[in-house]
């Protein structure tokens, strides 16, 4: 402070005792006032310091009390939400076995009606063969009554050309006319 005080009368103009006395007193008069200024500041700070320390402490505790009822409300809603979410999941797997369920049954049904039809098959290509067989059967019987028919046609045309030429005979014969 001395060497703040001899730079400051060494900047002030020699020229009177009195004013520098007064200039001299205002400047400590000054530094007084902000040095009570500085500790008032610092004491208030240090109060402040001390109830925010305090009133921390207090809001801290009550900050816990408040996070820890808002920890265990979360934690309620959680569990509320995991108890909708697990009944929902429970539900759609009923509902899907349900329709897996009905699903099988339907293609147990499909199958049954596919036994029925390729059985349905079966005796059809059964009769279908027993009818070619019967076709078969037929035109071998159509073949053999054409065949039947043409020896009958073949004896009729003979038994004309037998009777042809005996009629010829007999006209050529003299005896016969």
Do not use: C, H, W
């Amino acid at each position: 402070m001395e060497t703040i005080q001899i730079n400051y009368l060494q900047k002030l103009s020699p020229t009177s005792n009195k004013t520098r006395k007064e200039k001299l007193e205002v400047y400590q008069k000054t530094l007084e006032e902000d040095k009570k200024e500085k500790e008032t500041e610092i004491i208030l700070e240090t109060k402040k310091k001390n109830l925010g320390e305090e009133k921390t402490m207090l809001e801290g505790e009550e900050d816990i009390r408040r996070d820890e009822d808002d920890i265990r409300r979360l934690e309620e809603v959680i569990r509320r939400r995991e108890e909708d979410d697990i009944r929902r999941l429970e539900e759609a797997i009923r509902r899907r076995e349900d329709d897996i369920r009905r699903r099988e049954e339907g293609i147990k049904r499909r199958e049954g009606g596919i036994k029925r039809l390729e059985e349905d098959i079966r005796n059809e290509e059964g009769d279908i063969k027993r009818r070619e067989d019967d076709i078969r059967d037929r035109e071998q019987d159509i073949r053999r009554e054409e065949q039947e028919l043409e020896r009958k046609r073949e004896d009729i045309r003979r038994k004309e050309d037998f009777i042809r030429e005996s009629r010829e005979k007999q006209f050529d014969n003299p005896k016969f006319n």
